[in-house]
């Protein structure tokens, strides 16, 4: 397979660079940011994050974040080779640095992207990165697909305006080979998805997918999911492509009781998103 990421690698490692060392000013604690929402994830996710620094896989600063790791572009590569990608026109993914690789494949590959403002946090929940759009305004797809980037040349929509996606990328501190995952703790990738289903955005057929390092993935008896948590359909790293094949059901939508206060409080959209839900 001919690597979409030759031409544009040194760019792309740039901006990962820098994104991390932006991510590593920021205060944080080796717990992670919201420890003690589940003891035993809590101390899953702090070793992962130990692992991947004491053995060299990391890019930057990782713990209380999406870990970024060395091969993140060797895993969207293989990514690329799957029919689920290479048949999807509509790809969501997640805005953290390891999945810079992906977002860039997307643009390259003509694929309408979306990504999420990191943690939600504006009164608008999404970013539209149009590969033709750019093209015209003159937009190298490389300065696009970082999250710094999509904001600033990304169209700013609301989920009712939003197409519906054929593939749905997510970030994940660990995963199991059955499907199992776990973020970084704060909720966003299962809030997310709850409200596309609910939105109708994606349904039990679109394939839930990451990209991560060999070392992120654990035993299957390490991750517990619960009726809100969304399994993972494949797990794609730097040297594998992992189809779960999962026995866990997809949630229905929006778990309103599982919902954190601190969601309620820092998402701005996410009271009327819930108003008008639990309206129907």
Known sequence: MQCAYSISQFSTTVNIRKYDIEMSEKPDNNQGRWEGRN??????????????????????????????????????ARLAELSIWKNARVVKCNPDAPQIPVRLRALQDGKLLYAPVPELAKDFPFLEL??????????????AAPIEGALKYGRRVQFQEMKPFDIAVV???AVTRIGGRTGKGGGFADLELGIFREMNLVDSNTPIVTTVHSLQVVGDERVTMVAHDTPLNWI?????????NTSFPQPDGVYWGNVQADQLRDIPFLKTLREQFTRK
Do not use: M
Request: with cysteine; hydrophobic share 35%; net charge negative.
């Open 171 to 173: 970030g994940c501190v």
């Open 39 to 76: 003891s035993k994830k809590d101390k899953l996710r702090v070793e992962v994050w130990t692992n991947l620094e004491n053995q060299g896989a990391s890019i930057g600063h990782v713990f209380s974040h999406i870990p970024n790791f060395k091969g993140a572009d060797q895993a969207a």
């Open 130 to 143: 149009d590969p033709d759009d750019l093209k015209k305004r003159g937009i190298p797809f490389e300065s």
């Open 236 to 244: 794609i790293t730097p040297d594998k492509v992992i189809e779960t």
